[in-house]
């Protein structure tokens, strides 16, 4: 049997400044993936750069 790659999908939090964002795998970035073989799904590594960690995506500056 081939093993099926899981269906990540996106994940989108905001926060004002000077607050902080909080997410753990299980209830946070993992708890809208897939996968179809129901393996385990888990976090190993970010990379902030990558995955936009720390950075405006979209929005409006107000001076």
């Given at each position: 049997?081939?093993?099926?790659?899981?269906?990540a999908k996106v994940d989108?939090?905001?926060?004002?400044?000077?607050?902080?964002v909080t997410a753990d795998?299980?209830?946070?970035?993992?708890?809208?993936?897939?996968?179809?073989?129901?393996?385990?799904?888990?976090?190993?590594?970010?990379?902030?750069?990558?995955?936009?960690?720390?950075?405006?995506?979209?929005?409006?500056?107000?001076?």
């Amino acid at each position: 049997m081939i093993n099926s790659i899981p269906v990540a999908k996106v994940d989108i939090a905001g926060v004002t400044k000077g607050k902080v964002v909080t997410a753990d795998a299980a209830h946070g970035v993992l708890a809208n993936d897939t996968d179809p073989d129901n393996d385990s799904l888990h976090v190993t590594a970010v990379n902030g750069v990558a995955a936009n960690v720390g950075h405006a995506l979209a929005g409006v500056l107000v001076p």
